[in-house]
């Protein structure tokens, strides 16, 4: 899978349903300087809205993108402080 972003770290959340793909991601971001950028690869479709309202209502973090393939959603999570 290759994206135009330049990802730091991809973070594997196949398999995991709510709330685990929102509790790694925020762990995985926690971790990263300003600047980084995370991807998200699930396989719940719960994740499209969980990261987008999580990212939405974090301060420090811009969600980027979204992008739906077949049963595989990939979020680009950008920490920003």
């Not at 925020?26 to 499209?48: N, P, R, W, Y």
Request: hydrophobic share 30%; aromatic share 4%.
């Amino acid at each position: 899978m290759s994206s135009e972003y330049d990802v730091t770290e991809t973070l594997d959340v196949k398999g995991q349903s709510c709330p685990m793909p929102i509790v790694k991601t925020k762990q995985a971001i926690d971790d990263l300087e300003s600047g980084d950028l995370l991807e998200v690869v699930a396989t719940d479709s719960g994740s499209m809205s969980d990261i987008q309202g999580w990212a939405a209502g974090t301060s420090g973090v811009e969600l980027l993108d979204q992008v739906e393939g077949d049963d595989l959603y990939t979020h680009y999570v950008k920490k920003t402080e």
